[in-house]
């Protein structure tokens, strides 16, 4: 029961559509332009970089919460909370890749896998960055 309110908290953070909002905030649907999805990269392409910095934030940022909020809030004494949180992180690409409020069609998940790397492991993220 754990694991599956673990990818429900998940899958509601990653409905949190950075791109997109970014996108609608600027008066442009960015899944109308270049390839489509609601990706940092596609927000990149069709609206600049500092969009796609702020988009990548925004999609690491919502699976470090995501994952936190599991880890130390709610299952803080649980046996198997580093499992419970790399289903959280599961969770949150599932709802990036697949918000039903946009007819399922999302990003690719890879900021919010980036997310989910550093909530697990902070230095192995860093070791990759460098």
């Not at 996108?23 to 927000?43: E, F, L, P, Q």
Request: hydrophobic content about 50%; aromatic content about 12%; glycine content about 14%.
């Amino acid at each position: 029961m754990e694991r599956i309110i673990s990818v429900l908290i998940g899958y509601a953070f990653g409905l949190i559509q950075t791109g997109y909002i970014y996108g609608m905030m600027n008066h442009v649907d960015i899944r109308k332009h270049g390839s489509g999805n609601a990706g940092t990269t596609n927000a990149l392409r069709t609206l600049g970089w500092k969009a796609g910095i702020i988009t990548f934030i925004g999609d690491c940022l919502k699976c470090v919460i995501a994952v936190f909020l599991v880890k130390f809030l709610i299952y803080a004494q649980h046996e198997q909370v580093q499992l419970l949180a790399i289903y959280t992180g599961l969770g949150v690409v599932l709802g990036h890749n697949y918000p039903f409020y946009l007819k399922f069609k999302g990003g690719k998940g890879i900021a919010a896998t980036a997310g989910l790397i550093f909530a697990i492991h902070p230095l192995m993220f860093l070791s990759i960055a460098i």
